[in-house]
């Protein structure tokens, strides 16, 4: 077995989180391991809405001009129906931000940015095709991961080791981290629909009836989702190719002959189970847990990339000194979660409140109150910061030397 030698930080998980912890962490001086069990970033539907706060996190690193010239869509607000009337859901145009709007972008493409700027810093590294197998443990301390590279067994040492390997995390699995479930009334599948040159214009956001249908321009072809009962989708592909998009036909602006043509077998339909659930405890000596790893969040709002960025900045600003000096210590790690667990459960909580509220069909007409509360300019505004900026906001602080 060949050992590695030893690094200040093993990030396990290149995903948003992971590579802009890697990113804080190197530009502050700390040598950063990072492990990803796959050989590239090219994943199809993986969240990809660069929200205003992570666009401000972008400008204060000082790359922005450079960022946004990558391709990529700008939405200022986002619509949708309700009782089949179209409404301004949530506007951006007034943050208190560089960018009022989000920046819909593949995610492979965040993160192939990300990396090629972490690999400008010294003491940076990015290791691929590794598949983390267990955890290092000595006197009650986590001292690094065994993993898997390439068929060739290795260990990883280091002072501390992150989870950033999202909601399926192998990390919190191995260190036996309870974790508390709240479930969801509904899965999404993900299909793509070739654009065409008459296509109409489509600004993103729910549409169709129940507003079961999400349509994301993606320059030559629409990613569009469709959301179901959670559980349901053996019953769908039962019933039949056909049946099910004869549904989304009636819900998107595409006609049965073209979905049949461009969705041929149910092998272009992408299953996202969705589930909502955080730890109880994101540490513990030596090992802390962060973005989907220790608290995964529905796709309502688009949120879970740009909590998971916020997770990465707070955790670089409270243990880069710490890690500097050779003194972490347990009580530094929990202070991540406490600075982060309220922008955690606010945002479930709400994500939750909305789900459960379009469960059950509507029964009765809206009372005077939510008919007067739609008619309310200010609340795209307020929804637009909730999205847009989260309930906590986090900032980069400056490059330690």
């Not at 040598?31 to 969240?47: A, C, M, Q, S, Y």
């Not at 931000?97 to 400008?120: S, V």
């Not at 092998?267 to 608290?295: F, M, N, S, T, Y």
């Not at 790690?333 to 909580?349: D, M």
Request: positive net charge; proline residues 6%; charged residues 25%.
């Amino acid at each position: 077995m060949n050992t590695s030698t030893p690094s200040s930080c093993c990030i396990v998980g290149a995903g948003p989180a992971g590579l802009m912890l890697g990113y804080l962490l190197a530009r502050n001086g700390i040598p950063v391991t990072i492990l990803e069990k796959h050989g590239d970033f090219l994943r199809d539907f993986r969240g990809d809405t660069i929200h205003p706060s992570t666009l401000e996190i972008i400008w204060r690193l000082g790359f922005l001009d450079e960022f946004l010239a990558l391709p990529h869509q700008k939405a200022e607000r986002l619509y949708g129906e309700i009782d089949g009337q179209p409404a301004t859901m949530a506007d951006f145009t007034r943050l208190p931000t560089r960018c009022k709007y989000i920046a819909f972008m593949p995610q492979w493409d965040f993160l192939n940015f990300l990396h090629a700027k972490a690999l400008q810093l010294p003491g940076f590294q990015l290791i691929q095709n590794a598949k983390v197998d267990a955890l290092i443990e000595e006197q009650g301390q986590i001292k690094g991961v065994k993993a898997t590279v390439e068929g060739e067994a290795r260990e990883f040492r280091s002072n501390l080791v992150i989870g950033c390997d999202g909601r399926r995390s192998v990390i919190r699995e191995l260190a036996g981290l309870e974790v508390q479930r709240f479930g969801s009334p509904r899965d999404v599948l993900w299909m793509k629909v070739a654009k065409q040159a008459d296509d109409p214009e489509w600004s993103p956001g729910h549409r169709g009836p129940k507003n079961h249908f999400i349509m994301i321009d993606r320059g030559d072809y629409w990613q569009c989702g469709y959301s179901i009962t959670q559980g349901s989708f053996t019953a769908l592909q039962e019933t039949g190719l056909s049946a099910f998009l004869q549904q989304v036909a009636s819900a998107s602006p595409f006609s049965l002959e073209r979905l049949q043509l461009e969705i041929a077998d149910w092998d272009r339909v992408k299953l996202l189970e969705i589930r909502i659930d955080r730890l109880q405890q994101w540490a513990k000596p030596g090992l802390l847990c962060i973005g989907d790893a220790a608290h995964a969040m529905s796709p309502i709002g688009g949120v879970g990339v740009n909590l998971a960025i916020q997770d990465a900045v707070a955790t670089a600003n409270l243990l880069s000194g710490p890690l500097r000096k050779g003194s972490l210590t347990l009580k530094d790690l929990e202070k991540v979660q406490r600075r982060r667990a309220f922008a955690t459960w606010a945002t479930q909580s709400l994500q939750i409140m909305i789900s459960k509220a379009g469960k059950k069909p509507r029964r009765k007409p809206p009372g005077r109150m939510e008919l007067w509360l739609r008619h309310r300019p200010f609340l795209p505004f307020l929804f637009g910061r909730l999205i847009g900026m989260g309930f906590y906001r986090e900032l980069p602080e400056e490059a330690q030397k």
